[in-house]
């Protein structure tokens, strides 16, 4: 019996060849169980009916890459940064993560689950219904164990998919700073041990100045043995050799990449390692975007993400991530979409969603456009009409 059905769609985004028109859907519980011509459809009965009236329907956006969960505000970083100062710069200062993890570490678990919760609505109104979260704002065992319980409390009470990652490598904490290898051994001794639980995924903030390769080769073969998959933080602000380290151990994703070269491009694609773009972080610090269609030459699957942070990346919406991509970075509009929604659902192992077929998970955006194309075209107007997360109209 069929719990909701769509109809009248001008556009149908399916990620499975090119895009149908006068389409419908159908839906039993969580699952997509028609697609195709709406002539053909089955009857609604005592389901849910949607009239599209010609827009354009797509599935719902995965955010493959997130630094949801923080306190304090650092928009005094931003207006310095406009000023002429630089990232690293403010960060030697006393500013960047470290600011941040000061304000973390002083917050409660339910004042940062309310934060993060509000952003994830704003997400959710923007078509987002399946997140990855990074913790990496503790630095601390307590606190990082507070942050990925307030993540996973995230999947449970929205409606949407959390993915969850321990990012305890992701700076070098104040109490720490004449001490790495001692903080390095608290990561892989102290730390893992206790999150892995609570995480799906262990990731590294692979640079110059903040963990090596080394370093991270040791943390990630740490949290294999926990059964944690790997994402690495490479080539953001320099070529470092992360994009390498993430192919050679398998990783499931190298992100950022904005100076990775055509061969990085190549190990990751022979080792299947998808490249998670993050344009938002590189037009925030005036930076150069990752080449994209270098990964997509290359055979990588390409995921786009908003990276939503404080510091370098605060994008909610990934309508504006798709535009930058397209606008800044080179990719098609197909293209682009496709990252967006397939793309991140295949960087984060879920099979079952990121298309629009027969089979797959119910997640799916109505646009209040007849195109997906509005998308990039309009980037500051929300035109997510309506969100649907598990066969369930959330939005
Ligand atoms: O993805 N590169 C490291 N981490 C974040 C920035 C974190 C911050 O500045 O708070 C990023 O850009
Ligand atoms: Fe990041």
Redesign the pocket.
């Known amino acids: 019996m069929t719990d909701l059905l769509l109809a009248g769609i001008g556009q149908l985004v399916t990620n499975r060849g090119e895009p149908l028109r006068n389409a419908a859907i159908a839906i039993e519980g969580e699952t997509i169980t028609y697609v195709g011509n709406e002539a053909d459809a089955p009857a609604v009965g005592n389901g849910i009916f949607i009239h599209c009236e010609g827009a354009a329907v797509l599935p719902g956006f995965v955010d493959s890459h997130t630094?949801l969960i923080f306190a304090g505000d650092r928009s005094d970083e931003f207006s310095r940064r406009l000023a002429g100062e630089s990232y690293r710069q403010i960060a030697s200062d006393g500013g960047?993560?470290l600011s941040?993890v000061a304000a973390t570490r002083a917050a409660s678990e339910e004042h940062l689950f309310g934060l993060a919760a509000t952003r994830a609505w704003r997400m959710i109104r923007s078509g987002t219904t399946t997140i990855e979260i990074k913790s990496g704002y503790g630095l601390d065992l307590e606190t990082e164990l507070r942050l990925l319980r307030v993540a996973r409390r995230l999947g449970d009470d929205l409606p949407i998919t959390v993915r969850t990652t321990f990012l305890g490598a992701?700076s070098i904490p104040p109490e720490y700073r004449n001490d790495r290898s001692g903080y390095i051994d608290l990561v892989v001794e102290r730390m893992l041990p206790e999150v892995a639980a609570l995480a799906d995924y262990c990731d590294v903030?692979v640079e110059e100045g903040v963990f090596g390769i080394d370093e991270a080769r040791r943390v990630f073969s740490s949290a294999a043995g926990f059964g944690l998959g790997a994402r690495v933080?490479a080539e953001?602000l320099s070529r470092f050799g992360g994009a390498r380290l993430a192919a050679e151990i398998g990783a499931s994703s190298a992100d950022?990449l904005d100076h990775a070269t055509p061969d990085d491009a190549r190990a990751m694609a022979s080792a299947g390692t998808s490249a998670v773009l993050?344009p938002g972080?590189s037009y925030t610090l005036r930076s150069t975007q990752a080449p994209g269609p270098m990964f997509l030459d290359a055979g990588c699957n390409v995921a786009l993400a908003t990276?939503c942070?404080?510091?370098?990346?605060y994008f909610e919406a990934m309508g504006a991530i798709i535009s930058l991509a397209v606008v800044q970075m080179g990719l098609s509009v197909d293209q682009a979409i496709d990252a967006a929604t397939r793309g991140g659902a295949v960087s984060l192992g879920l099979d079952d969603r990121g298309v629009v077929e027969s089979g797959a998970r119910a997640d799916l955006i109505v646009l209040d456009a007849p195109t997906v194309a509005h998308i990039p075209y309009r980037p500051a107007t929300n035109l997510v009409a309506t969100v649907i997360s598990g066969g369930v109209v959330i939005r």
């Open positions: 630094h960047g993560i941040t992701h903030f933080h953001q950022h993050v972080a990276d942070n404080p510091g370098t990346s």
